[in-house]
Structures are given as C-alpha cells and as structure tokens.
C-alpha cells in the first residue's frame, strides 16, 4: 500500500508542475514578500524610529494581512480544484482507478499532496520573510532588523495559518472530487470564505466553529496572553479553532473516501 501511496504522490507531482496550481504555491509568497520588501526599502524613513520587534511585526504583517483574509482561503479553494482538475479535464478517473493500485493510496496521495502545496507555499512565505528582513537589514542598516530574532515565532504562525487552512481544503478536496465543473466547488468556496471574513471580522463568537472563518480567527488569536510586560511574542498555535480545522480535516477525508470507494467516479 506505501508503494501505491509513493507512486501516486510521485504520479501527482508530475502532472501538476507544470500547472497555475503548483506554480501559485511558489509565485504567490515570492510576489507578497517582495511587496513587502519594496515598500519597507522605498520607505525606510518612516520605519527607522521603528523598535526591532515593532519593525518585524509591521513587516511580517503586510504579509498576514493579505494571506490571513481572502488569498489562504481562496488559495487553498484553488489548490483542492486545481489537483483534481487534471483528472477532470483530461477525463482520467475510470483508467486511474483501474490501476492496480488500491483506492485508498490514489485518494490519500492526492490529498496529500494539496496539502503539501499549502504547506510549501506557507513554509515559503516564512522563509522568504525573514530572508528579506535580514536583507534589508544589510541594505538598510538604519532599519535594525537584526537586532531582533524571529525565526521561531514567524515559523509558528504559518504553522498556525496551515492548520487553519485543512478544514477548508478538506471540503473542497472532496467538492472538486465530485463535481467535474469549475463553477460549482469555486462558487460555493467563494460565498462560504465570504461569510467567514463577515463572521470572523464581526467576532461572532461562533466564528471558529465556521471552517472558512479559520485562517482569520487564527491570526486574531494567535498572540498569547501574557500577564506583566512582555518583551518578546508569545504564539499560541493550537487555539480551539484549529483543533477544529484538524478534526473537520479529518472527518471529511474519511467521509470522502467512503464516497470514492463506493461511487463510481467519473
């Protein structure tokens, strides 16, 4: 079964890295974090009378913003169909199937490998964040981002957004399983991660229980309450929003491979 698992995740790599899907995972931390970078090298002048901790954050969170609201769930939304699709399109599932290799490993190497496209762009978003902090602490010695380390809590708040981000990928791993069209599983993702930001923005207090709502109520409780000053970050990662994000992660996926096993896809 590990086998069929390895052949079809290898399978997997190869008909995607030539598409928007795998590409996205690697262009979209790439374009952010240089935005990031531009505005903090154009406009040092007004970051300089920055405290090192405060520089970071402000850099870090040009980053949050963007990825924390719309673009980690509508990613993430894209990433479910774009896997998919290549089956979809290329109208493969019966001869994918028919392989002699269980159900089971084609299903659970897909998904994986969804997951492994959120989980690269986030880890690329941490890497290139502090990689053009440091930077700009060389270009820009006026901006004293070296003298403040934040390695360990940047590597934890995308930690953080990836767990977030499983329940939403998990529903629409198996909406663009089922549904060959491009507008269905797109469209009901869309409206959902609408009335997640509504929630989540709101502070409904049921917000977390909402999986599109998720990377956005991560964020908002992701600082961890401290008592008396505190001089450096404290990140609470796992908050009650992401267990659920892991348990409806979990209980899709299984939900969705009964249906695989016992429909036949077409």
Not at 59 to 72: A, N, P, V
Not at 161 to 180: C, E, M, P, R
Request: charged share 15%; net charge positive.
């Amino acid at each position: 079964m590990m086998k069929g698992f390895l052949l079809s995740f290898r399978s997997e790599f190869y008909k995607t890295r030539k598409t928007l899907g795998f590409w996205s995972a690697i262009l979209l931390p790439l374009l952010i974090t240089l935005l990031a970078f531009a505005i903090f090298y154009t406009k040092s002048e007004k970051f300089v009378m920055m405290q090192p901790i405060m520089l970071w954050i402000q850099f870090t969170m040009i980053s949050l913003g963007m990825m924390g609201s719309l673009l980690l769930p509508m990613y993430t939304i894209f990433v479910a169909y774009s896997v998919n699709n290549v089956e979809h399109k290329a109208d493969t599932w019966k001869t994918l199937f028919s392989l002699p290799i269980s159900r089971w490993s084609v299903y659970a190497a897909k998904f994986l490998y969804a997951v492994f496209l959120i989980f690269l762009c986030l880890a690329l978003f941490t890497v290139l964040t502090i990689g053009f902090g440091n930077l700009l602490s060389l270009l820009k010695p006026e901006l004293k981002f070296n003298n403040y380390h934040m390695e360990l809590q940047l590597m934890q708040v995308y930690f953080k957004l990836f767990l977030s981000a499983l329940g939403i990928l998990s529903i629409q791993f198996l909406l663009s399983l089922l549904w060959k069209d491009f507008l269905k599983p797109m469209g009901v993702g869309f409206v959902a991660t609408i009335v997640g930001v509504i929630a989540a923005s709101k502070n409904w207090e049921y917000s977390y229980a909402f999986p599109y709502s998720h990377p956005m109520v991560a964020l908002s409780s992701m600082i961890h309450k401290q008592k008396g000053p505190a001089k450096d970050l404290v990140i609470d990662v796992f908050t009650k929003d992401v267990f659920v994000s892991l348990g409806i992660s979990a209980v899709v996926f299984v939900i969705g491979y009964f249906i695989v096993q016992k429909r036949s896809v077409k």
